[in-house]
């Protein structure tokens, strides 16, 4: 795991779930169990998460499921809220141009 500007070390004290490798991007990533899907791209310092279809960055506002504006591709399943999804081993995460239209 690279330095990350918004991931609190782990000499900091804290409890964490075990280490799972997911891929973002295309890239191999550590995360933690008990982290979400926006969590993690916070912590890879992507916190443009989607574009609009104007092409505008969108990424993590009210945190909690409400504004749909961290939408990314889980697994190759589109519009899934990041802020509302748990990482899971293996899961392949991918940023997401514009909404995908029907697949809601
Ligand atoms: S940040 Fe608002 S739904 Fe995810």
Redesign the pocket.
């Known amino acids: 795991m690279s330095d990350h500007a918004f991931r609190i070390t782990s000499s900091d004290n804290i409890r964490r779930g075990a280490e799972i490798e997911v891929t973002l991007n295309g890239n191999k990533i550590k995360g933690f169990e008990g982290e979400t899907v926006?969590t993690l791209m916070m912590a890879e310092n992507m916190v443009a998460m989607r574009t609009t279809t104007e092409g505008q960055p969108r990424?993590?506002?009210?945190?909690?499921?409400?504004?749909?504006?961290?939408?990314v591709v889980v697994d190759d399943v589109a519009n899934t809220?990041?802020?509302?999804t748990w990482l899971k081993p293996g899961m392949k995460i991918e940023t997401q141009a514009g909404l995908r239209a029907g697949e809601i």
């Open positions: 926006a990424g993590i506002y009210c945190g909690m499921g409400v504004c749909f504006d961290c939408l809220r990041a802020c509302m």
